[in-house]
């Protein structure tokens, strides 16, 4: 066992004595969590602060090295760059890149990190890209499903004459039909045809970043994939040639000290042959692209190619390795997304979610990569960019006008693929790698709550739709993505029109049918072909009775959530044309229980379903709205189902929507399972890091708006105590006050058994 995982943990309720020796021991640990100083570097220190203090007794040796590091720390920072940096969160950075600046008082180093300090003031982003206008040719591209929409409009019209609401439901019959036909054709080309995988190139690799954008995530689950990934790297033989990143945006004190825990435990196992850096900005602008995008700035130098991941993402060694070579091979290469699969989920909704995609994704991707070939398109995660390519290249507009629809592009990703290629590189799938997962949302909330960013998003792109210089399938794949949030509202317009509209057919039962056969045989065309091809396969998915019944069963329940989908999606676009804007919440990975996953949506489309089926009385027609009011009205309580673990526990003992990752898990799969608990999260570690961190300690401090009340008694118990003598609420108490802080983060230096704390050898938050 390493010794890291025997020390983090060791917060003990008592305070040992403090002897010279110890002293000397805890002067080093405190000088060490200023900046990653050098072994050489923290002797000397550790030496000259001895030295001065030699009269002083032991306790007060901490306290004098705290008094000199601020009155350096005063020395350095003027009053303009102390304005900036009031909790000296920059100055740390600035300190992580030239460690032995600290305590240094030569002129010639201290300029030197004053330079520094003022270049990580400075917001590291990528270039703006234009948005001129473009030329009408692109939509050649889309001509040929257009053709098939503008057939049935005019097949419909001649079977319901021309009055208004004839017409009006024939063309968005047409429309819908082109939409969907987009589905059915690249699910078509994707059973038919085989992408040739791309040439791979041999010899070293170069260096190859992992990153992982975290915003208020699990540790645990974040730490223990990339714990899984990297020794899965280092058995291949190449993991030299690459270094894991965890860039966080989490703005939660309290979150960010499980994370910095969770980083040392695991920056401490990987050494030197793939270190894993921590790095967490000082303020989040531009979100998730913002926060690649300074990564990518300050770093560009550094690494070749970069790997984007996700929180919940997950990338089996030999799949990254490939990736790696296949840029190399291809210098017009900007971006190689993998394909995706889902795994993990254990709520039914969760499971139902797997065994669709498990279907239908494998040969939509290959459809789709055979169709785009260099024009492709990009997920947002579990794919390797081309760093300068990136830089150069993928600088994100700022919209005119605000939002919804103007400022920052909320889904940056399919503008990333587009702009890579308005500068001249392939952006390409490869479907044949398919050792890379994420996991699904847990609930019809969770869906929702992550959709309705998607919508707004997605909806921004129709103002980047006409900017000059991109492919046409790239302003096709911008063009669809808002479209599948547009078809919403249409299909709800085309259901109520129809009860009008359906006069004439109501007199021709034979057209009537073949209208009904039409539209679901389309619908459930793309799903048909995946089962076929799953049935070659269908040992991975428990046998072929398994297969069937959980092809029969997600349909069903695909029918049930399709309405409530509907409804929500037409409720977002009306939020967005009527001004109504969406920020970036964290994303809630893990079921919280059945009731947790009711929301106002969910209620209001109750609501909506209830009141649908009253005014149904009313239509000449009302049989058509009652498929797509009832599952309304049934909203509240199926959510209740998807949302439940013991329902989807159930599933999966009976074999119910079994899918190949969980039939036979793979190894990167096995991997993470088994190091879960490693880095789970501590109260009682969680505070002493709070207290100690001087980073953790100042931004807390910063966020309490209001000074809570000094408890002498309880921050003397805990200063004598340690982290594990206090119960949580006592804990809780002192971090509501600022001065409680202040207090501890300097006597605790003194008194605590602080020694146990330092950093492994060798851990940094960023390269220098």
């Not at 200023?34 to 001065?52: G, I, W, Y």
């Not at 007060?60 to 969160?89: F, K, N, P, S």
Request: proline fraction near 6%; glycine fraction near 8%; charge should be neutral.
């Amino acid at each position: 066992m390493h010794a890291l995982e025997l020390r983090s943990g060791n917060t003990s309720s008592r305070v040992r004595p403090t002897t010279t020796a110890s002293a000397r021991r805890r002067l080093r640990a405190y000088l060490a969590a200023q900046a990653p100083l050098s072994d050489e570097r923290l002797d000397a220190l550790t030496k000259r602060l001895c030295d001065e203090t030699d009269e002083l007794p032991a306790d007060l040796r901490v306290a004098h090295a705290q008094a000199a590091v601020e009155a350096w720390r005063d020395r350095v920072l003027d009053d303009a760059m102390r304005a900036r940096d009031a909790d000296g969160t920059i100055l740390r950075r600035a300190l992580e890149r030239q460690p032995d600046a600290l305590l240094d008082d030569d002129p010639e180093v201290l300029g030197a990190l004053r330079r520094l300090h003022r270049e990580l003031s400075g917001r590291a982003e990528l270039p703006s890209q234009r948005l001129a206008g473009a030329g009408p040719w692109w939509l050649v591209a889309p001509a040929v499903v257009t053709a098939m929409g503008v057939g049935g409009s005019w097949w419909m019209l001649q079977v319901l004459g021309t009055s208004v609401a004839a017409v009006v439901w024939s063309v968005l019959f047409g429309v819908l039909l082109s939409l969907h036909g987009v589905a059915a054709v690249l699910a078509l080309i994707g059973l038919v045809t085989r992408p040739r995988p791309l040439a791979e190139a041999t010899g070293p690799l170069p260096k190859t970043a992992l990153v992982m954008p975290v915003y208020e995530e699990d540790p645990e689950r974040v730490f223990a994939a990339l714990a899984a990934m990297r020794d899965g790297l280092l058995a291949t033989g190449h993991g030299e040639s690459f270094e894991i990143f965890v860039a966080s945006d989490t703005r939660d004190p309290r979150k960010a000290a499980d994370e910095k825990r969770a980083w040392r435990r695991l920056a401490s196992h990987a050494g030197d042959k793939l270190p894993v850096f921590y790095r967490r900005r000082a303020a989040n602008v531009g979100k998730k692209a913002g926060n690649l995008a300074e990564l990518f700035v300050r770093h560009e130098e550094r690494y070749t190619y970069a790997v984007i991941l996700d929180a919940d993402s997950l990338m089996g060694a030999e799949t990254l390795v490939t990736m790696v070579r296949r840029m190399e091979a291809r210098p017009t290469l900007g971006l190689l997304q993998s394909s995706i699969s889902l795994r993990g989920g254990e709520t039914l909704f969760a499971r139902m979610l797997q065994m669709a995609h498990a279907l239908g994704g494998p040969l939509l991707t290959r459809g789709l990569a055979v169709w785009c070939g260099p024009d492709g398109n990009y997920f947002g995660h579990n794919a390797i960019v081309r760093v300068d390519a990136f830089v150069r290249c993928c600088g994100l507009p700022l919209l005119s006008g605000a939002p919804p629809l103007g400022g920052p592009i909320l889904s940056h990703d399919f503008v990333e693929a587009a702009l890579l290629r308005r500068g001249g590189y392939e952006v390409r799938l490869a479907p044949d790698l398919v050792d890379s997962y994420e996991e699904p949302p847990p609930t019809l909330r969770e869906y929702l709550v992550r959709d309705r960013r998607w919508c707004q998003g997605n909806l921004q792109h129709l103002r980047v739709l006409f900017a000059d210089g991109l492919p046409a399938r790239s302003r096709t794949h911008l063009l669809l993505g808002a479209m599948a949030y547009l078809a919403s509202p249409l299909w709800l317009l085309f259901t109520v029109v129809g009860a009008f509209a359906l006069g004439g057919l109501a007199q021709q039962p034979a057209a009537l049918l073949g209208l009904a056969a039409f539209a679901f045989g389309l619908l459930l065309f793309p799903r048909v072909l995946g089962l076929l091809y799953a049935l070659a396969h269908a040992r991975s998915h428990g046998g072929v009775i398994r297969l069937v019944a959980g092809f029969v069963g997600e349909l069903l329940l695909s029918v049930l959530v399709a309405p409530i989908m509907m409804v929500a999606r037409t409720l977002f676009v009306v939020e967005i044309v009527t001004g109504k804007a969406v920020g970036w919440s964290p994303q809630r990975r893990a079921s919280a229980g059945a009731l947790a996953s009711l929301d106002r949506r969910t209620v209001t489309t109750s609501l909506l379903g209830l009141v649908g089926l009253g005014l149904s009385a009313l239509l000449p027609h009302p049989w058509l709205v009652w498929p797509l009011v009832g599952p309304c009205a049934l909203a509240v309580p199926l959510a209740l189902l998807f949302g439940s673990e013991w329902v989807g526990a159930a599933a999966r003992r009976v074999g119910l929507f079994r899918v190949p990752e969980e039939q036979a898990p793979t190894e990167i799969a096995r991997e993470l399972e088994r190091r879960r608990g490693y880095y789970h999260a501590d109260a009682a570690c969680r505070f002493r890091d709070l207290v100690l961190d001087p980073d953790l300690c100042a931004r807390l401090q910063a966020q309490l708006l209001d000074d809570g009340e000094l408890d002498e008694a309880l921050v003397r118990q805990a200063i004598e105590r340690g982290p594990a003598g206090l119960t949580e609420a006592q804990r809780q108490s002192l971090l509501t006050s600022r001065e409680a802080l202040g207090r501890l983060h300097g006597e605790a230096w003194q008194h605590w058994n602080v020694e146990d704390w330092e950093l492994p050898h060798g851990v940094r938050a960023e390269p220098r």
